[in-house]
């Protein structure tokens, strides 16, 4: 099971409202290499890993990517917070006010929903743990991108944070790898 | 009132410590022989329960569904604000 803990990861306190920065972020909430669809890849996959390495390293990354999932929603929300009309009308982001107001919701900030098409469990170790390592290099992706976009210290620095943690992740997810190897290997011989 | 800034940097403690015990934790589940990592990761979790008791001792739970108390005996704590995802 799963139990909360009543605190982030790593703080997030941003002070000014942006909803064209919100907007942006959303995508690393709902959007195709966000943190939802990053643990719920993971969280699936777990259950058909063969080796115990395997095993711990998907449940664990995957219940860090919750974690990051909530850092993220609460970027958002802090982003879109204290908006006012004018500056949602000049950030372009109107369609998201009609629909949602200024709440945090998982799609992208064009309005595009979260569906589980953006990931895949495949039932081959292998297949699955190469899938992952390609997904943390673009969620890397995604976040260098959103620093580019990003001017406000308070959103630069836990984006920063979330971008290194990618790195670990594709770092460690590659170590598995090559242990499924190693599995596959021994099962031909032995 | 409790300050804020005791409060704040408390909470700060307890998440730099956890956060090298997720990476620790992250790097055994690779390296389940590592010996080292093993017995740094034990100190860690050790001073992580020693502040998470000062922790919830002095502002409220920090885990609820019985993982942590409710230290005030006429008011449920949990649900007082703020909570993580407001900026405070
Ligand atoms: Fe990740």
């Given at each position: 099971?799963?139990?909360?803990e009543k605190k982030l990861q790593y703080p997030v306190r941003i002070k000014?409202?942006?909803?064209?920065?919100?907007?942006?972020?959303?995508?690393?909430?709902?959007?195709?290499?966000?943190?939802?669809?990053?643990?719920?890849?993971?969280?699936?996959?777990?259950?058909?890993?063969?080796?115990?390495?395997?095993?711990?390293?998907?449940?664990?990354?995957?219940?860090e990517?919750?974690a990051h999932?909530e850092m993220?929603?609460s970027m958002?929300?802090q982003?879109?917070?204290?908006?006012?009309?004018?500056?949602?009308?000049?950030?372009?982001?109107?369609?998201?006010?009609?629909?949602?107001?200024?709440?945090?919701?998982?799609?992208?900030?064009?309005?595009?929903?979260?569906?589980?098409?953006?990931?895949?469990?495949?039932?081959?170790?292998?297949?699955?743990?190469?899938?992952?390592?390609?997904?943390?290099?673009?969620?890397?992706?995604?976040?260098?991108?959103?620093?580019?976009?990003?001017?406000?210290p308070d959103?630069i620095d836990p984006l920063r944070w979330l971008?290194e943690r990618?790195?670990?992740?594709?770092?460690?997810?590659?170590?598995?790898?090559?242990?499924?190897?190693?599995?596959?290997?021994?099962?031909?011989?032995? | 009132?409790m300050r804020p800034d005791q409060k704040q940097m408390l909470l700060d403690k307890i998440r730099a410590y956890e956060f090298s015990a997720a990476e620790?934790?992250?790097?055994?589940?690779?390296?389940?022989?590592?010996?080292?990592?093993?017995?740094?990761?034990?100190?860690f979790v050790?001073q992580i329960a020693a502040l998470k008791n000062e922790y919830e001792r002095l502002y409220g739970p920090l885990l609820?569904?019985?993982?942590g108390?409710?230290?005030?005996?006429?008011?449920?704590?949990?649900?007082?604000?703020p909570w993580p995802w407001e900026n405070n």
């Open positions: 099971m799963w139990i909360y000014k409202p942006n909803p064209k920065m919100a907007a942006a972020i959303l995508s690393q909430y709902g959007g195709p290499d966000g943190e939802l669809a990053a643990s719920l890849r993971y969280i699936s996959q777990r259950h058909h890993m063969p080796i115990p390495e395997a095993k711990g390293m998907l449940n664990d990354i995957g219940t990517e919750l999932f993220v929603g958002v929300h982003l879109m917070k204290g908006a006012t009309i004018d500056q949602i009308k000049a950030a372009g982001v109107e369609s998201w006010y009609t629909d949602h107001d200024r709440a945090t919701w998982p799609g992208t900030g064009t309005g595009v929903p979260f569906t589980a098409s953006y990931i895949m469990s495949k039932g081959d170790p292998i297949a699955d743990l190469t899938e992952d390592m390609a997904a943390e290099q673009k969620a890397r992706a995604t976040y260098e991108h959103l620093i580019d976009l990003a001017d406000d959103v971008r990618e790195v670990v992740h594709f770092q460690r997810f590659g170590e598995i790898l090559n242990k499924l190897y190693e599995w596959k290997d021994s099962k031909k011989y032995f | 009132m620790l934790n992250l790097y055994l589940d690779s390296h389940p022989g590592d010996q080292r990592a093993i017995n740094d990761y034990n100190t050790r609820n569904f019985g993982f108390p409710n230290a005030n005996r006429n008011q449920w704590q949990w649900i007082d604000d």
